[in-house]
């Protein structure tokens, strides 16, 4: 099992819809996790962290938690056609590795 | 604002050319990090720095090099780069080792 799991997509929404983007992970002791957007040919750009069960909001976005289950997500309302990207979703792994892991990304395409 | 920069945005060299990219940072973070990023595919780390303290991951080919003379900056020194590092590479900072990571532009890298 990858250590970090995501669709790669495309997840396609029309404009306005909820996306929802998954990720899972195998490590239990991992407390940190982060979700990244990446413009193609542009880098990675950190728009959510979140450390503790339950959901984290901040403007459209809201990432989801729960450590039991091994899964973590990123939900988008009001989606925008500027949304389109790929979501990469990563991991802290807390144990001597002190890696952050990423997921190969899942792409969004927001449909005018 | 404060900011992670790299130098050059895009880089052509020849086949065994040696090339040196740079990365520097006015957040004053204390890890900084060197990631390879080839298309459709996460972000893989090379090395990181945590103050002057060097770590290596273990696949990372003996061809790359780096180092941080000053908090300020790191460089990443590519000693006979093949038509297999081409790729996009990834200047990342974090204020310690389980916290957010956050990205320079990243540097195009072409090797005719």
């Known amino acids: 099992q990858k250590e970090v799991e995501q669709n790669s997509g495309p997840l396609s929404v029309p404009e306005g819809a909820i996306a929802s983007l998954n990720c899972t992970y195998s490590?239990?002791?991992?407390?940190?996790f982060f979700w990244y957007r990446q413009y193609s040919g542009k880098s990675p750009e950190l728009i959510m962290s979140?450390?503790?069960?339950g959901d984290k909001e901040d403007g459209r976005f809201t990432a989801q938690l729960n450590k039991a289950s091994q899964y973590v997500s990123l939900l988008i309302r009001d989606s925008q056609p500027s949304d389109s990207a790929t979501y990469l979703c990563?991991?802290?792994?807390?144990?001597?590795?002190?890696?952050?892991?990423f997921g190969s990304g899942t792409r969004l395409l927001v449909r005018p | 604002d404060a900011m992670v920069i790299q130098n050059p945005r895009y880089q052509v060299t020849q086949f065994g050319k040696p090339v040196t990219l740079s990365c520097s940072q006015t957040l004053n973070h204390n890890v900084m990090y060197w990631y390879q990023q080839k298309s459709s595919q996460a972000p893989k780390l090379l090395f990181h720095?945590?103050?002057?303290?060097?770590?290596n991951e273990a696949d990372t080919p003996d061809n790359f090099q780096s180092r941080r003379p000053n908090t300020s900056f790191c460089f990443l020194d590519i000693r006979s780069p093949g038509l297999g590092d081409a790729a996009m590479y990834l200047c990342a900072t974090s204020t310690g080792l389980y916290n957010e990571q956050f990205f320079g532009p990243g540097t195009r890298l072409t090797v005719l």
């Open positions: 979140i450390y503790s069960n």
């Open positions: 720095y945590y103050d002057k303290d060097f770590n």
């Open positions: 990563a991991v802290n792994l807390r144990d001597s590795s002190y890696k952050l892991i």
């Open positions: 490590d239990r002791v991992s407390q940190s």
